[in-house]
């Protein structure tokens, strides 16, 4: 089982839609849980960080956090074509000998006019 | 803020040369230091992890006498590739965390191609 699990798509949502983003984690040490957005031939580019249960909103992005669940999602409202890209989930144990996060493969995310 | 570069951007050598490749924290101190490699169409792979003033501690399978890394101040850390083989074409990326902060940003990469 990987540590970060995402399901590698493509996730295709019309333009204005919500599209939703999931990732399951197995180390219930993980605390921090961030996501990266990814497009083709760049680098990831944070989006948002989240820390405790619940929901975290960004603009037009909401992370949500279950940690009971061992659940980290992404929202997306209002789709647009430029957010069309790889969308990288990650985790991080807080611990000061676990200093890499762990990422999933990522989900593509495919929005059309 | 939390502005990474990377230097050069796309690099193009011959077989059995060394390329240097440079990571800075432009707007604060990175007191951790990573670097990943990416081939085309996959994930990210952790290469190693560097501390400011510690040696680096590599990842499985990534031959340190290789990937040379220096991160000789709180905001360079240096990739150096030697002896480079065509296998060792890839995009590789940098990516910086200040002290007492969670969040990791990454520089733009460095697409190497040995010839």
């Known amino acids: ?12 949502v019309p333009e204005g839609a919500i599209a939703s983003l999931n990732c399951t984690y197995s180390d219930r040490g ?18 948002m960080s989240i820390y405790s249960n619940g929901d975290k909103e960004d603009g037009r992005f909401t992370a949500q956090l279950n940690k009971a669940s061992q659940y980290v999602s992404l ?7 430029s957010d069309s890209a790889t969308y ?20 593509r995310l495919l929005v059309s006019p | 803020g939390a502005v990474v570069s990377q230097h050069p951007s796309r690099v193009i050598c011959k077989s ?3 390329v240097k490749i440079e990571c800075r924290s432009l707007d604060f101190q990175a007191t951790t230091m990573f670097w990943y490699r990416q081939f085309p169409k996959q994930s990210l792979m952790l290469m190693a ?6 040696k680096a501690t590599y990842e499985q399978g990534v031959e340190k006498d290789k990937f040379l ?7 360079l850390s240096t990739l150096t590739v ?16 200040a002290l007492g902060r969670d969040e990791q940003y990454f520089g733009p990469g460095t697409r190497l191609t040995v010839t």
Not at chain 1, 30 to 47: A, D, H, N, T, V
Not at chain 2, 85 to 94: G, N, Q
């Open chain 2, 16 to 18: 059995g040369t060394s």
């Open chain 1, 30 to 47: 993980s605390q921090s849980f961030f996501w990266y957005r990814q497009y083709s031939g760049k680098s990831p580019e944070l989006i």
């Open chain 2, 49 to 54: 992890t560097s501390n400011e003033g510690s």
């Open chain 2, 69 to 75: 890394i220096n991160h000789a101040s709180l905001t």
């Open chain 1, 1 to 12: 089982q990987k540590e970060v699990e995402q399901n590698s798509g493509p996730l295709s």
């Open chain 1, 88 to 107: 990288l989930c990650a985790s991080r144990r807080v611990n000061t000998g676990f200093q890499k996060l762990v990422f999933g493969t990522g989900t």
């Open chain 2, 82 to 97: 030697t002896s480079a083989h065509p296998e060792d074409s890839s995009f590789y990326i940098c990516s910086a965390r």
């Open chain 1, 75 to 81: 929202l997306i409202r209002d789709s647009q074509p």
